[in-house]
């Protein structure tokens, strides 16, 4: 698969029964650009793992939610992030919703990086947290606060290049990164 994807409302949903792949699959850096983005199991008892693909270079932008299981799957979702960059520019506050479902759904990082680039005029950016799997790279570009949601893992770098990221809030977790740049 190939080419460009540009939503200007509503939800994409990959609703799979088994594993299966997401994004480009050739060499090209087409640009994928969803408003909400979610990935899903049809299956009622298999865990699934959806894997972005690694032969491409293009980036994925979804400038509302990004979402890992969905109410009312019954086995969990695992989305591997492969090599890519999301670019995760939703102003409302909460970018990435993981587990979903509530079944242990997660995300793995691979080596990929998500960008918050969205502020949230209504507050703090939440930083998911993602129990049963890490994130690569974070990189975190925009005029707000970015809070954790709860303990984090960052196997790669987590870069602040706009913004604060505020480890004290309410109730301070975890944070580990395998590097910060400031």
């Known amino acids: 698969t190939c080419g460009t994807i540009t939503t200007?409302?509503?939800?994409?949903?990959?609703?799979?029964?088994?594993?299966?792949?997401?994004g480009t699959s050739v060499a090209v850096g087409t640009v994928w650009t969803f408003v909400n983005l979610t990935f899903s199991?049809?299956?009622?008892?298999?865990a699934i793992?959806?894997?972005t693909s690694t032969v491409g270079s293009g980036g994925i932008t979804v400038s509302g939610v990004l979402t890992v299981g969905s109410a009312g799957d019954t086995a969990a979702t695992t989305f591997d992030a492969g090599n890519r960059t999301y670019t995760l520019s939703s102003t409302g506050g909460n970018p990435?919703?993981?587990?979903?479902?509530?079944?242990g759904s997660?995300?793995?990082?691979?080596?990929?990086?998500?960008s918050f680039t969205g502020a949230n005029a209504g507050g703090d950016t939440t930083i998911e947290q993602n129990t049963a799997g890490s994130y690569s790279n974070i990189t975190?570009?925009?005029?707000?606060?970015f809070v954790l949601e709860g303990a984090t893992v960052a196997t790669g770098t987590i870069t602040?290049?706009?913004?604060?990221?505020?480890?004290?809030?309410?109730?301070s977790?975890?944070?580990?990164a395998g590097a910060i740049s400031i």
């Open 41 to 46: 199991n049809s299956t009622l008892a298999t």
């Open 96 to 103: 990435i919703v993981a587990n979903a479902d509530g079944n």
């Open 160 to 171: 602040i290049t706009t913004g604060t990221l505020d480890t004290t809030a309410a109730s």
């Open 140 to 145: 975190l570009n925009a005029t707000d606060t």
């Open 173 to 176: 977790f975890a944070l580990t």
């Open 106 to 114: 997660s995300i793995t990082g691979n080596t990929s990086t998500f």
């Open 49 to 51: 793992t959806i894997t």
């Open 8 to 22: 200007t409302g509503g939800t994409f949903t990959q609703r799979a029964s088994g594993d299966k792949n997401f």
